[in-house]
């Protein structure tokens, strides 16, 4: 069985009518109440700016699921149901895990604004406590196609940490090439560092359905020196055309 | 044209630049298929290429071999043009979990070009490279001259070709006994060093041991460095957390010093030059190892140890202190971690030297980095370690 195979452009199908003009407004007072209540002390956040790429591949801390986990990744077919296959982010994790593509930041008095090159994606994750998370995905991609398996976030900075929660996750896999899902009920804890010249990167999962213990990856990026973030243009896998090619004529039926 | 050959499970160091659907998408079985070049589709996230195999039937049977992404291959400077729609060709990879699919290794032409993006040393660019390590190593060898890397690659690249590099040098230079590193931030860094260090192997040909005489003649640009370095103990250390859990996976500290070489023509000398090149790793020199214990005790000599260097008169031509500048569990920590994410486990007897603690001396006449050291012996002592005395390495200079 195949999935219907889609373009970029297909992936709208997972959008909402999120409107752009709500941001500015809903965001400008949020940074006010961020910064009274003193949640980005000036001098000691992280400075993020630059282009990145993944150093090394992710660490899996211990993972124990769930029977319902279990199940899920048992249903899971990686040559059909990776969502990579259509130009769609599984989750924020396999994001980051992509090795080879640049991630750019973006730190404002009120948001940051994460660029992944990986599928032309841009996280817009505004400052401030739980009430400023939009309820809307965080996530797009320059053709404007929202992304809810990226969920909806909000940050803090707690010392030298950028600190990103996210919630409203759509079903996804936060592993593709094992299966490991995530629901509706997952949130993710993202930290953020700067050790030298490497970006750390501490994932946290939580999903009391899902796993017995948090799911913890570590990340590291390196700067690249590059200043262009250039467009992925991401094309579907599409098999079916080439599947076809193999398939039995009506001689070798 | 109808071989379909399984040739063999082995695993070219492909994967681990892969995307990452790619580790679970194609099997370790390694495939070799004969056809015509049908179609090229240079694209994200992964570029692939058709082939068209007949078997021995005559039917046709098509198989799509994928490779990285494009923006990857660009950013190596690899294009697909030279595989040109109608070429007849072999190409050879890991078979897919999808049927008639592959994972490129290479692509073989009829004329024995040679196409292979993802293992730089058998590509058409990448026996560019080849030549070039080869000829790297040779002059390395040689005394001669090398001249630097003007390759622009990820760092992942550069210590994949020092892997090479180190490969066509182990007939000449012996097995891998250990690992080097240097420019970390806790202690000196260095402009051709990647900002968050970098590190390098030691063969057991480098090996020298404790008060062995070198000639002048012996390096190039050669020049003495003080050194410490640790002994693997257990492979607990791979997984190890803390700093105590750091200590129990080393059973040895080892006086150490070198000679490192670093001939470069100068105006090529680059950062992933200084990568392939193995750090110009030339000559390690090795005293009486130290027991030590995974103790808050042990922890707190080897953090307070003081330092000195000699001559054959006894006279301290410098001292040094790792307090407050230079973190030793750090460093092994930084290397450790480097190793893991290129795929290294540190093996029990491993020597991990720690790099320059901030002595360094001349050999040779006309280094823009100082005069040339002009007594016999560069003798290292490190105190506090021992009761019993100094622990101590040296090398003789002979004139």
Known sequence: ??????????????????????????????????????????????????????????????????????????????????????????????????????????????????????????????????????????????????????????????????????????????????????????????????????????????????FEKPFVLDYAFRRTGETEMPLYECTDADYDWFEELNAPTDETR | MNRLLIIAVYLLPILADAHHSTVANFTRDVIA??????????????????????DDSGKDIYWLVETGAKTTLERKGITLDVLTVGSKVTATGLKGRRANTMYLQEIRFEDGRVFAPDAPSVTIRGKEIREELQQMAEDFVNLRMMQGFLHEMPLEEAYRLQDDMVEIMRPMLGEVVGYKTGGHDSGPGFPTFPPDGIRAYILSGMLREDGTAIRVQDSVKGFLEADFAFRVGNTSINDAETDLELLSGLDAIVPFAEVPDPYYDPDTRTVNGTIVANMSTRMSFTGEPVAIEATPEWLERINNMTFAVLDENDQVIQEGQFKGWYEPMKVVRWLRDQLRESGKELKPGQLLSLGNIGIIRQIHEGSPRGPAYESNQFRLEYYGLKDDGPATVTINIDR
């Open chain 2, 33 to 54: 298929v004969d056809g015509v070049i049908e179609k090229v589709r240079f694209q994200n996230p992964h570029a692939s290429i058709l082939i068209r195999n007949t």
């Open chain 1, 1 to 210: 069985m195949h999935r219907p195979r889609t373009t970029i452009a297909a992936g709208r199908r997972i959008g909402s009518h999120y409107n752009d003009a709500m941001t500015p407004r809903i965001l400008s007072g949020l940074f006010l109440a961020a910064t009274l209540i003193g949640l980005r002390p000036a001098c000691a956040q992280p400075d993020l700016s630059g282009i990145w790429m993944l150093h090394g591949l992710a660490k899996e801390g211990e993972l124990v699921m769930t029977d319902k986990a279990l199940a899920l990744q048992a249903e899971y077919d990686l040559l059909e149901d990776d969502p990579s296959l259509f130009c769609e982010p599984a989750s924020i994790s396999r994001v980051w895990a992509n090795p080879n593509v640049r991630i750019a930041f973006e730190q404002s008095a009120d948001q940051v604004l994460i660029s992944y090159e990986f599928f032309d994606l841009r996280r817009l994750v505004p400052l401030g406590d739980a009430s400023v998370i939009a309820d809307t995905p965080s996530t797009k991609n320059v053709e404007g196609t929202w992304f809810d398996k990226m969920g909806s976030s909000f940050a803090h900075y707690a010392g030298d940490r950028l600190v990103i929660e996210t919630h409203a996750h759509a079903p996804g896999y936060i592993r593709t090439s094992s299966g490991v899902p995530q629901t509706g009920n997952t949130v993710s804890v993202e930290e953020l560092w700067i050790e030298g010249e490497t970006l750390k990167l501490r994932q946290t999962y939580t999903d009391d359905t899902l």
